[in-house]
C-alpha cells in the first residue's frame, strides 16, 4: 500500500507530504491547488513512462510549473517528487538545464533520483542514487555519463541486479487518474464499439460498453457495477447491446418502451456509467486518483457515488480529489483539507513540522 507522497516546487503547491490510507480524501475550496496536486501525480505517474520530461515541458516546463510567488525564490530552481509504499520509495529531482547550444537547452533536467526501502529515504535505506549522470547501487557504480532527459527507472528496469528500477516503474505503471470524461455529442463513449474484451477503460471513455459488458460477463465485480446503476438511477438497469456495428452501453428505464443507448443519454448520465466503468473494471490499479468526480452530476447521484468509491477502495487505494461537501461527507474515510496561505498550498491543522507525514529529500 502506498504510505506517503511527497510533492515540492509544483505550481501553488511549494511543499507537502501527504500520508495516505486506502480512501484518501482531498478537499479545499476553490483555488486551494487541488488539482495541482493531482497533476503533480500525474507528472510524477509519467516517471514510470519515460515521459515525465517531455509532459512538463508540455505544460509550460519548470519556468512555469515553479512557485510564482512574491519575494525570494527557492536556490536553485527545482520540482521534487516522490512516494513511499510498504516495500519501496522513491524520488526524483528535476532542474534547470546547464547552458548549452542545444535546441532542446529549455527541457528539464533530471538532478537526482533516489530508489529507497521503507518508508523513509536515509543512507541506510537507499538502493539506488543517480546524481546527475553517475549511478550507483550499494556503493558500485552501475552507470555514468547518463543523459539528463533519461530516467533510471528506463536505463536499469531490465537490470537484474538492480530489481528496485523495474520494481518501482512497475508501481508507478499501475496508477490510474481521471478527471472529467468527455460526455458532449460527439463524446466517443456514445458511440457504438468494437466488440472485443476490455480489462480497463480508455482515457477517453471509448470502449465504455466493452468495459461493461467484460465486467457483467467476469463476474468480479460485476454486482456493484449492476448495483451502482440501480442506486443511482431509481431501478434503471444497465443493459449492453451488441448488433453488427458493435457494442453499446444502455439503459432500461421505467416508463420507456425501449433501452436508452449511450448516444441519447444525459451527459450527467454517461459521466456516471463512465465512472462506473472506470472504478469496475477488471484490471484493477495500484492508485486510483479521481479528480473531481462529481462534475456534471446532481447532488442527488451523491450517495451512489460515494458507495461506488467506497466499494472500489476496499480492492484499490483511492485518492479523491473533490469541493463537494456532501461527497466528502458521505465517503468519511481520511480527509485531507488544502488551504492557501500567502499563494501557497497548505494542509488544515498542521501548525508544526511534526504535524507532517515523515519525508526526506536527498540533497542536491
Ligand atoms: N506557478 C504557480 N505558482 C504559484 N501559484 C500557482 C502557479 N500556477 C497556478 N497557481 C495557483 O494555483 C491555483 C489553482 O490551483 P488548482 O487549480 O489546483 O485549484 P483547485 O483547488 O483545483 O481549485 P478548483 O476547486 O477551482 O478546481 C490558482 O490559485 C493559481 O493562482
Ligand atoms: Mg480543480
Known sequence: MMQTLAVEGY???????????????????????KSNLYRSLQLLADCGQGRMISSLAR????????????GPQPSPVSLRLGFASDSIGYAIDIGLPQVGDSMFRH??????????AGDVLRPATTLLERRRGLVKADGVRLQQNMPAWQSVLDEQAGNESVPEAGAVRRELRSWRFHDAFRTDANAPARRPQVATR?????????????????????????????????????????????????LVAGLR?????????AGELSDGTLQFLLLVAALTSVESPGLLVLNEPERSLHSSLMPALARLITQTSERTQTIVVTHHADLTRLLGGASVELRKSAARTTVAGREGRLDQPVWAWPKR
Open 198 to 246: 476490455s480489462f480497463r477503460l480508455d482515457d477517453d471513455g471509448a470502449n465504455l460498453a466493452a468495459v461493461l459488458q467484460t465486467t457483467i460477463e467476469n463476474g468480479g465485480e460485476a454486482e456493484i457495477a449492476l448495483a451502482a446503476v440501480h442506486h443511482a438511477f431509481k431501478g434503471s438497469t444497465l443493459e449492453i447491446q451488441g448488433d453488427a456495428s458493435g
Open 253 to 261: 428505464q421505467s416508463g420507456l418502451a425501449r433501452v436508452m443507448t
Open 59 to 70: 505544460s509550460g516546463g519548470l519556468g512555469s510549473v515553479r512557485f510564482a510567488g512574491e
Open 107 to 116: 527541457d528539464p533536467e533530471i538532478k537526482q533520483e533516489h530508489i529507497f
Open 11 to 33: 505550481r501553488s503547491i511549494s511543499s507537502l507530504v501527504l500520508g495516505l490510507e486506502r480512501l484518501t480524501v482531498v478537499t479545499g475550496a476553490n483555488g486551494t491547488g
